[in-house]
């Protein structure tokens, strides 16, 4: 996956590296910063698969440092973000939904809503 993120980043890699090593060892201010260093990477960065990836892990993680609905969204919309394109990959596929609906489970969508959000979503309905 490096490999892919270095394709991915280009001259941002190394300051993603570096972002990510504070985001990982730290916690706090420090942390937060960091992880909105890599969220403003990532905005750069739309087309980065393998990135965006990684930023709906780092904000599952972040959740447990910061647990505000603004994360829960961006969860959700980095999901959502990946889900609509061609992925390739069934099992990428299946844990993006998975932590997509942990993350509107978050925001106090029941399961219904969540059942009725993806029959709309795959119809094309809004």
């Known amino acids: 996956a490096a490999s892919e993120l ?11 590296i ?5 985001f990982s060892s730290t916690a706090g ?7 909105r260093e890599l969220t403003a990477i ?4 739309p087309d980065a698969s393998y990135f965006l990836e990684f930023l709906v892990y780092a904000t599952w993680c972040h959740l447990m440092d910061e647990t505000v609905p603004e994360h829960f969204k961006r969860g ?4 959502r973000q990946l889900l609509q394109r061609e992925l390739g990959d ?4 299946t844990r993006l939904r998975s932590i997509e609906q942990s993350f509107r489970a ?3 969508e029941t ?9 709309d979503t795959l119809t094309g309905g809004d």
Request: aromatic letters at 4%; one cysteine or more.
């Open 18 to 22: 570096e972002a990510e090593e504070r």
């Open 90 to 93: 069934a099992e990428r596929v």
């Open 106 to 108: 978050g925001l106090g």
């Open 111 to 119: 399961s219904e809503e969540l059942i009725d959000y993806d029959a």
């Open 42 to 45: 990532g905005e750069r960065h």
């Open 29 to 35: 201010d420090d942390a937060s910063a960091a992880y």
């Open 76 to 79: 959700v919309a980095l999901c």
């Open 6 to 16: 270095g394709g991915e980043l280009g001259d941002e890699l190394a300051a993603a």
